[in-house]
């Protein structure tokens, strides 16, 4: 599952009003870590995104049952593990509550013999501890990204990941492409978390990864593009080397092929891999039969409507490609 959507559990976690799951779920576990009668990939996946939630988020504490000690932001402008990195050093078990350790005291959870550092900084937090207040009903949590109603907003999410950081070439190639934004998304997840065979066994979700195109070898992201026989067969019928064709971790280092132009070679190149996608679906949903005529014109009809995604310089490339595109 996308990381937008799963962000977008963890927050209904936290505000379950009208949604049966959440209220199932949080009688099930601990709020502030996700542990509790609960297993399965699924969880796995939303606990990894706590640290990325907490980062959105900020708390209002009210009886503290709810909110990580040190890693939400629940006094001040960032996590206390953020403030006093020496001390958050030395303790012993991380997502203690602040309930937890107000009662029992911060030196049940922290290592013995501190630095003089970490000491200096655990009178500060034992101030801050002694301040604080408990209150009726439970904790608040706001986040930065939330409508008005409470929910997540998965757009403004998706806008701060791809606005943020340093670019790397396979960001570049993906985000900065011509093509429709699904497939963008396509082309991103195929890095490592599609939904090829091979990913749903490691789940167990399938007993076989065996690809259902040309039944012989692990359907892999890689398998998938350019290592099944039928996908060899389409990139050969359109004058290219599938030899040549990157390893899907690195599709950013595609060369053009064949006299193909280069201006506009990620996008089109993005095209194909979409319409292969597509065309396994064809076999292992509707039980169609590999059908190189069928994806061919699948490309030339995509192509032609991709025309007017192209820059103005760059609509011409698409006669190109279509000419690439019949049997």
Not at 110 to 119: F, N, S
Not at 216 to 223: F, G
Request: hydrophobic fraction near 40%.
């Amino acid at each position: 599952m996308p990381a937008g959507l799963l962000l977008k559990l963890l927050h209904r976690l936290h505000h379950p009003a009208g949604s049966s799951w959440a209220t199932w779920a949080r009688q099930r576990i601990n709020l502030h870590t996700l542990h509790g009668d609960v297993e399965g990939a699924h969880w796995d996946a939303l606990r990894s995104l706590l640290p990325a939630y907490r980062q959105l988020t900020f708390v209002s504490v009210r009886d503290g049952a709810t909110t990580a000690f040190w890693e939400d932001t629940w006094t001040g402008g960032q996590p206390l593990c953020t403030s006093f990195p020496a001390l958050y050093s030395h303790v012993a078990r991380h997502g203690a509550s602040v309930q937890e350790t107000a009662s029992l005291g911060l030196t049940h959870f922290l290592v013995p013999r501190l630095t003089r550092e970490a000491a200096e900084e655990l009178a500060i937090v034992r101030d801050i501890v002694s301040s604080w207040i408990p209150q009726q009903g439970g904790d608040e949590r706001e986040c930065y990204l939330q409508a008005e109603n409470k929910s997540l907003i998965t757009r403004k999410i998706y806008r701060l990941a791809v606005s943020t950081g340093s670019p790397c070439a396979y960001f570049s190639f993906v985000w900065k492409n011509h093509a429709p934004a699904k497939v963008k998304f396509f082309a991103w997840l195929i890095q490592n978390r599609i939904q090829c065979s091979v990913n749903l066994k490691r789940k167990n979700i399938l007993d076989s990864d065996t690809c259902e195109v040309c039944k012989r070898l692990p359907e892999s992201a890689d398998h998938l593009i350019s290592g099944c026989t039928f996908s060899q067969s389409f990139w050969r019928h359109i004058g290219w080397d599938p030899a040549a064709i990157p390893p899907v971790s690195q599709l950013w280092e595609l060369q053009t092929q064949g006299g193909a132009p280069a201006r506009s070679l990620p996008t089109m190149f993005l095209l194909c891999c979409w319409q292969l996608w597509n065309h396994r679906h064809n076999v292992v949903f509707r039980s169609k039969s590999p059908n190189l005529r069928h994806l061919l014109l699948e490309c030339r009809a995509a192509a032609k409507l991709w025309r007017w995604r192209l820059p103005a310089l760059q609509r011409g490339d698409s006669d190109y490609w279509s000419s690439l595109f019949v049997m």
